[in-house]
């Protein structure tokens, strides 16, 4: 292939685990893929190891105290990467000339300028960043239909539907149904939950995960805030998104047709397919994946989650029709129990109870605008660090 047919790709939130995997694809293609710009958030010695190895155009950390040390790790190493720094120069690199496939790998709200920067400027949007669209999922669809930017989702279960949804008829669907692995602690009643330690939390049974999203699988929030990624990718109420307990994982997600028929998409638990998918669409590549054996599988189970046991989904399944402000309240507010569970700060079912008053506390309200949103998140923000702080003083580990 000529170079100029090589796709450049830009990878945000590089240094973490869907970044690797993404740059795991990236790698196994140099004559299609070229890694041109590397973000990441405040590993400066991550994010060098990996400008050495893939030689990117350009580097990007978020944190301004670190950008001295990735200015000068760059010129000790010899390359010609540029270092930047902040939100804005992240925005206009994602923007610019320099890339025309985004990989949005960055976790939390924070993901949201450049992912809504990469759907405004009509890139090819492979969206890990699920909560961007949590946050503000009609911006951001409405940005990538005005500019013809392509979203490929790489959370598993919608790179699941996309791609049952783009091997047959997109119209008849009756419903989706995701499923879910269920999470380290799938069976447990809330007694035991209450013990749960973050070591517990963040180590799941079936993916290996950055630690947010291991968190929020245990607590089953993973789920409610994919039904809300799914009601905006694929433009479907919420009556029509189910969600079913699968502990295999090798099941990602069904699209069921009004005529009976229902279509899955099966694999092993490993991102680098959906993100090959992304990096590939339409054509198949290599994703260093290995296939199904299903007879080595064994059993494939399905059950009904356990709302009483993991309220989270029912929360964001909630906030979800309460529509507005509400799901930026949900992300924001599960974003700062989360941390605060990680630090040892509160218990794990402080989880959902921090998230339920702050959706209570905070009321869904209209939220036409991006600064609507950006201020029910300051608030929502402000509300549960409040309420961790009264409860929880910092330095005094929940039991
Ligand atoms: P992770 O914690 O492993 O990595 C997060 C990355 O974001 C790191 O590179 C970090 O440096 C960067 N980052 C954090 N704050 C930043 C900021 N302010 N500016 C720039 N970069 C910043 O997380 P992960 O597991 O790779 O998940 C990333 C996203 O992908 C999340 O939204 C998650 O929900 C989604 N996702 C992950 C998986 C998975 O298998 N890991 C699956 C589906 C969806
Ligand atoms: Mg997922």
Same mark, same amino acid.
């Given at each position: 292939?000529?170079?100029?047919? #090589?796709? =450049?790709?830009?990878?945000?939130?590089?240094?973490?685990?869907?970044?690797?995997?993404?740059?795991?694809? #990236?790698?196994?293609?140099?004559?299609?893929?070229?890694?041109?710009?590397?973000?990441? /958030?405040?590993?400066?010695?991550?994010?060098?190891?990996?400008?050495?190895?893939?030689?990117?155009?350009?580097?990007?950390?978020?944190?301004?105290?670190?950008?001295?040390?990735?200015?000068?790790?760059?010129?000790?190493?010899?390359?010609?990467?540029?270092?930047?720094?902040?939100?804005?120069?992240?925005?206009?690199?994602?923007?610019?000339?320099?890339?025309?496939?985004?990989?949005?790998? #960055?976790?939390?709200?924070?993901?949201?300028?450049?992912?809504?920067?990469?759907?405004?400027?009509?890139?090819?949007?492979?969206?890990?960043?699920?909560?961007?669209?949590?946050?503000?999922?009609?911006?951001?669809?409405?940005?990538?239909?005005?500019?013809?930017?392509?979203?490929?989702?790489?959370?598993?279960?919608?790179?699941?539907?996309?791609?049952?949804?783009?091997?047959?008829?997109?119209?008849?669907?009756?419903?989706?149904?995701?499923?879910?692995?269920?999470?380290?602690?799938? /069976?447990?009643?809330?007694?035991?939950?209450?013990?749960?330690?973050?070591?517990?939390?963040?180590?799941?049974?079936?993916?290996?995960?950055?630690?947010?999203?291991?968190?929020?699988?245990?607590?089953?929030?993973?789920?409610?805030?994919?039904?809300?990624?799914?009601?905006?990718?694929?433009?479907? +109420?919420?009556?029509?998104?189910?969600?079913?307990?699968? +502990?295999?994982?090798?099941?990602?997600?069904?699209?069921?047709?009004?005529?009976?028929?229902?279509?899955? =998409?099966?694999?092993?638990?490993?991102?680098?397919?959906?993100?090959?998918?992304?990096?590939?669409?339409?054509?198949?590549?290599?994703?260093?994946?290995?296939?199904?054996?299903?007879?080595?599988?064994?059993?494939?189970?399905?059950?009904?989650?356990?709302l009483a046991a993991f309220p989270c989904l029912r929360l964001a399944q909630e906030a979800m029709a309460a529509g507005g402000t509400a799901p930026a309240v949900l992300n924001a507010a599960n974003e700062e129990a989360v941390s605060a569970f990680l630090q040892g700060r509160m218990g794990f079912l402080g989880i959902p109870a921090l998230v339920e008053d702050a959706l209570a506390a905070l009321p869904a309200a209209p939220a036409g605008s991006l600064e609507a949103l950006l201020a029910a998140d300051a608030d929502a923000r402000r509300f549960a660090r409040q309420r961790i702080d009264t409860m929880h003083p910092a330095?005094?580990?929940?039991?």
């Amino acid at each position: 292939q000529p170079v100029a047919d #090589i796709r =450049q790709v830009a990878v945000l939130g590089a240094t973490g685990s869907i970044g690797a995997s993404a740059l795991d694809v #990236i790698a196994r293609h140099p004559r299609r893929l070229r890694a041109s710009v590397l973000a990441a /958030g405040g590993n400066v010695d991550a994010l060098l190891e990996l400008c050495i190895s893939h030689r990117p155009d350009h580097a990007v950390i978020a944190d301004p105290a670190a950008y001295p040390a990735l200015r000068d790790g760059l010129r000790a190493a010899g390359l010609d990467t540029q270092a930047h720094t902040g939100d804005q120069a992240l925005e206009a690199l994602v923007a610019g000339t320099g890339c025309d496939t985004v990989v949005a790998a #960055i976790v939390g709200a924070a993901g949201l300028g450049s992912t809504l920067a990469a759907a405004h400027a009509g890139k090819r949007l492979l969206l890990a960043n699920k909560e961007s669209l949590v946050l503000a999922g009609e911006l951001v669809i409405a940005a990538a239909r005005a500019s013809g930017a392509e979203i490929v989702p790489v959370d598993s279960e919608h790179s699941a539907v996309f791609q049952c949804l783009r091997s047959c008829q997109a119209e008849g669907v009756s419903r989706i149904m995701l499923t879910a692995s269920g999470g380290p602690f799938r /069976g447990w009643d809330r007694t035991r939950l209450a013990q749960v330690t973050p070591a517990q939390a963040v180590a799941h049974p079936k993916w290996s995960m950055g630690p947010k999203i291991s968190v929020d699988s245990a607590t089953l929030m993973n789920k409610g805030l994919e039904v809300i990624e799914a009601h905006h990718l694929f433009g479907l +109420p919420a009556g029509r998104i189910g969600v079913l307990v699968h +502990p295999q994982s090798l099941v990602h997600a069904l699209v069921e047709y009004v005529d009976g028929s229902t279509l899955a =998409q099966l694999g092993l638990p490993d991102m680098r397919t959906a993100l090959a998918v992304g990096l590939g669409w339409p054509e198949r590549i290599d994703s260093g994946v290995g296939g199904l054996d299903l007879l080595a599988q064994g059993r494939l189970e399905f059950e009904a989650p356990d709302l009483a046991a993991f309220p989270c989904l029912r929360l964001a399944q909630e906030a979800m029709a309460a529509g507005g402000t509400a799901p930026a309240v949900l992300n924001a507010a599960n974003e700062e129990a989360v941390s605060a569970f990680l630090q040892g700060r509160m218990g794990f079912l402080g989880i959902p109870a921090l998230v339920e008053d702050a959706l209570a506390a905070l009321p869904a309200a209209p939220a036409g605008s991006l600064e609507a949103l950006l201020a029910a998140d300051a608030d929502a923000r402000r509300f549960a660090r409040q309420r961790i702080d009264t409860m929880h003083p910092a330095g005094i580990p929940a039991a």
